[in-house]
């Protein structure tokens, strides 16, 4: 029966190129699932056999480890990213949320005095 050892929600596109080589490299028997059309369920790679999972999940956290140090060293090589420069980086992203966030806040405030009136 099929297991699921990697679900691939939130999962940069470059890591789960990695994680699909890694398994073919090493002549795990896997298949994968895509995530629906309307983003309600997530794609995952599965192993064909249940019985290879322990092999598969040392071999995955291994690579998990290498790739969390290897993120930790960019951190500390160019610094953490902050507000601004996310703003910077992705307008198209912060704007809306940080609308809303403005939104919800006014609509919060101003709601029990516009009832009380």
């Known amino acids: 029966m099929a297991k699921l050892l990697f679900n691939l929600r939130n999962v940069p596109e470059d890591?789960?190129?990695e994680v699909r080589q890694l398994l073919t490299t090493h002549g795990v028997d896997w298949y994968e699932t895509r995530p629906g059309p309307w983003g309600i369920s997530n794609g995952g790679l599965w192993l064909r056999d249940a019985a290879a999972y322990p092999g598969a999940r040392r071999l995955l956290d291994s690579y998990q480890d290498s790739r969390r140090e290897q993120a930790r060293e960019d951190v500390r090589q160019?610094?953490?990213e902050g507000f601004l420069d996310l703003l910077r980086r992705r307008p198209g992203y912060v704007l809306p949320r940080l609308a809303a966030i403005v939104a919800i806040l006014l609509l919060v405030l101003a709601l029990p005095w516009m009832l009380l009136r």
Do not use: P, S
Request: hydrophobic share 15%; charged share 50%; glycine share 16%.
């Open 78 to 80: 160019h610094g953490r």
């Open 15 to 17: 890591e789960a190129d």
